[in-house]
Structure formats: C-alpha cells, structure tokens
C-alpha cells in the first residue's frame, strides 16, 4: 500500500544526485593536480604498456580503470558520469542497509549522504574516492549477509586496498570488529583472514611497481606534534560539518546508553570505533586533505540512520543543516599572508563547500588551456616563460625551478619545514602576487571563499598586483617591488 510513495521518495533522492551530477560533471578534473596526475598515469599506461604510478603508492586499480577507458575512447565527461553511477551504488547500499527493519530510516540515509559536501563532490569527478567508498560500503554490506569473512570479503577488500592503499585501515577494522563476542578459535581466524588479504594486497603493490618502492611516498614535512594535532582536529571538525558533527554526538550518547565494553557492542559500533581510531592516527599524518576521512564519516552517518527514532523535529534539523552546510559555510581561520605559516582566528560567512569546488574546477580547466596559461605567463614575467601547476602546493612553477608564482597567503610553502623539498629546488625568483595564482583549498582548511582568481584578472584586461622576491641561497636577498 505505501510502495508507491516510497519509490516516490526514493526517486526524488536519487533525482537530486542526478541534478547535481548534471552540473558538476561537464566541470571537467578535480579542483586540484590530482586528477591531472591520475590520467597523466592512465595515458602513459595506455601508450607504453607501462605502469607508473600516479603520486604517493599509487592507485592501481582505479588507474587500471582509467586507463580502460582512455583505451576505449571514453571522454572526460564519461568518465565523470561513472563516478556518478558509483554514487548512486553507494546510495542504494545504505538505502537498502539503513532501510532493513524501517523503510524511512532508508531515506533518511540518503538524505544524510546527498546533503554530505564530501560525499557530493566526489561523486562527480575523476577520482579514486568514490571507488573506494563503494568498495568499502560493498564490503561491509556483504559482513552483514554474512558475518563469517571468507573469499567474498577477501576478493572486496583486496580490490578495496587496491584502489587506495590507506583503506587497508578499514579492512584492518572490519577483521578487529569482527572478533568481537567469538571464540578464540573464531578470533584467530579474523586475525589469519586479515593476514591473507594484507599480503595478497601486498604483493598486487609489489608486482604493479616493480618491488617496495611505492612505500617510500616522500610526502609533506611534519610539524611539531602540538600544531599537527590542532590542525588535525580543525580539519577534522570541516571534514564532518554541521550533520556529522550531530551524528558523532548521537552516535556518543547511544554508546553510552549500551553501557557495554568494546567487544559487545554491535558490529557496526564495533567497526565505527576500530576505523575512527585507526583513521585518526592516519590523519595525524597529513590534516590538510579531509577527504581521507571519508570512509568512515560516511559509515558513521550510516550507522546513525540506522538507530534514529522517528523524530519528525530531529530529522528536519538534519535535512536543514545538511542543505545550509553544502551551499553556505562558516570559516573561522584566515592564512595571513608572508613567509612564515600563521593562520588567524576570523570569522567569516561565504559560499558553500559545493560551489566553491565547483568554481575551482572553472579555474582549473582555464588554467590547464593553453592560450589562458599563455595570458597569465606573459602578465607574470615579461619573458612569458612556460609554467607549470605545482601538485604539492597552489604555485606556478618553470621548467627549471628557477621562477615561481604564488599568492602572498601561500607564500610560506618556500620557507615551511612542512615543504623540505622546496627549500632545496633552487627557485630564484618568486613573483607574489595578492590574488590567488593557483585557487587554494578554502574551504577545506576553514578560510573564507577566494572570491579573485588571476584568470578573473587577465579576463578583465587588467595588470596583476603582484611583487618580485629575489632569493640568495636559502635567505631572502632583497625584494623589489614593482
């Protein structure tokens, strides 16, 4: 009898990520160098039959797809459209999962997802991470038809770990919750399971680069342990926004409520708890990208849909705060710019995390166009030098690593003990400029919208406002202003 009104329902999420994915899939690559490097990697597979990985340890699976369908043909925005579709999969699995026992707390689990900014912008460019939250989501749906882990699982998490190496902390989680309430023979063969999929997985890495290379990623330089904390926390508190910092206080008071020890919690508040833990400690690592944090935000709005009461007050506070939280946010702290790493308590309101993303891709595209790029290299330097987007941070860079262009707020990546291999790459000559070279994360890391970018500048036929600093070895030798 309420068949109809559900698909109804039902239909109109899904109609909502298909609007959305109409707008951000003609947006082209990702609103960083990301994307560039992954179908850099995928191209290169496809021309030489060769395997190089696209940055860090590689993403072998999703690269291996890329380069699929560059060998197919595929166009940029098919590509993005299938990034779409594995959104709409991981939809339907926490429709059919949160919906189980109460058809409502189904769509409540879409609206949490489809209101979640994270979750929306992955869902419509090429990258890695909408494959690996639709693997994750796989493979905890299968742990729910079967709670014994056998090959089934294997076969998804060795796929899972395959796209992204770091989400072997949720493989790793899945074996940990899954010894809960068992024998010790059951718990030992948790604990065997996990070690055979982490050396298959292993093994995939070794085979695809040719030994252990891929372990050594070379990333940013550590802060001191009380500031990687506090951003570590900053940044978390932006990657959960307003819904998920609601679902982790509900999540809170149902586990007190249980008044249970670890071992005897549900399996999902078993696997929220092991993955949260193991995920912080990797967010240690590097606070900036919030998109690490994903996987187990996702399973955390999951698992509060599940337990939610029909509560119609409780449930409209949700849906309002998930659609003020996607196209209107609140930064705290603002970059200042100069040469050392300071960032300022200042409140300000500006867009939304989905049209910013949304307007950084614009840039990005107009930066990757030739002619564009010709503009802005000539209104940089008078010789017009050809420049390069940098991946490790938002500056333009030459061929020889002599001239640079950054934003003043971001002119600190030269000087940061967070950037070691910049201190040493010999650039020169830096051009500073006060409106954005390259757009920087905003709000990933709390900063207000940039509401100027350089090709706005060049577009409107006006001269940049930017200043020359000339280095001597690691000090700064003078600065000349023009």
Same mark, same amino acid.
């Given at each position: ?170 493989? *790793? /989680? &899945?074996? @940990?919750?899954?010894?809960?309430? =068992? ?5 030992? +063969? #948790? $604990?065997?399971? %996990? ?50 910092? *609601? /679902? &982790?206080? @509900?999540?809170?008071?149902?586990? =007190? ?5 670890? +071992? #005897? $919690?549900?399996? %999902? ?54 659609? @003020? ?158």
């Amino acid at each position: 009898m309420h068949a109809y009104p559900d698909r109804l329902v039902t239909g109109t999420f899904f109609l909502l990520l298909m609007v959305y994915g109409l707008i951000a899939v003609p947006a082209g690559l990702s609103a960083d160098s990301d994307s560039a490097l992954l179908m850099r990697a995928a191209e290169h597979w496809v021309s030489t039959g060769e395997y190089v990985r696209s940055r860090t340890s590689g993403f072998p699976l999703y690269e291996a797809l890329l380069a699929a369908c560059k060998l197919m043909g595929a166009s940029l925005l098919l590509i993005n459209g299938l990034s779409l579709c594995m959104a709409a999969g991981v939809a339907l699995i926490a429709y059919r999962l949160a919906g189980r026992d109460h058809i409502w707390r189904g769509h409540l689990a879409l609206a949490l997802l489809l209101t979640y900014p994270l979750f929306m912008i992955a869902s419509a460019e090429p990258m890695e991470t909408m494959l690996s939250v639709l693997l994750a989501f796989a493979l905890v749906a299968r742990t729910f038809s079967c709670s014994q882990l056998g090959w089934s699982h294997a076969g998804l998490a060795v796929l899972l770990v395959l796209t992204r190496l770091d989400a072997a902390l949720l493989v *790793m /989680a &899945l074996a @940990l919750a899954s010894t809960g309430n =068992r024998s010790v023979v059951e718990r030992y +063969q #948790s $604990l065997l399971w %996990l070690f055979k999929v982490g050396c298959i997985a292993l093994l995939g890495y070794v085979i695809m680069n040719q030994g252990f290379d891929f372990l050594n990623t070379k990333t940013m330089g550590f802060d001191a342990w009380w500031r990687r904390l506090a951003r570590a926390l900053a940044s978390s508190v932006n990657a959960l926004q307003l819904t998920g910092l *609601m /679902a &982790l206080v @509900l999540w809170f008071l149902h586990i =007190r409520r249980l008044r249970a020890n670890a +071992q #005897s $919690l549900p399996f %999902l508040d078993r696997l929220l708890l092991w993955s949260m833990g193991l995920y912080g400690l990797r967010f240690l690592a590097l606070p900036d990208e919030i998109f690490y944090l994903i996987i187990p935000i996702l399973l955390l709005l999951l698992r509060v849909s599940m337990l939610m009461r029909p509560s119609a007050p409780l449930i409209a506070v949700f849906l309002l705060t998930g659609c @003020l939280q996607s196209f209107a946010t609140l930064s705290l702290f603002e970059r200042l710019p100069g040469t050392e790493d300071r960032i300022a308590f200042r409140s300000a309101a500006s867009a939304g995390p989905l049209l910013q993303e949304l307007r950084a891709r614009k840039v990005f595209t107009q930066l990757r166009e030739d002619s564009k790029r010709r503009q802005i290299e000539c209104a940089l330097f008078p010789d017009c030098p050809a420049l390069s987007i940098s991946h490790s941070a938002p500056y333009l860079y030459s061929a020889d690593r002599q001239r640079a262009a950054v934003s003043a707020r971001y002119l600190y990546v030269f000087f940061s003990g967070r950037y070691p291999r910049l201190i040493d790459q010999g650039f020169r000559e830096i051009r500073v400029c006060d409106e954005e070279v390259v757009p920087g994360p905003a709000w990933r890391i709390w900063q207000p919208s940039i509401q100027r970018y350089l090709v706005d500048v060049i577009a409107a036929q006006q001269v940049p406002k930017c200043r020359t600093l000339l280095l001597s070895g690691h000090q700064v030798g003078r600065k000349a202003f023009n």
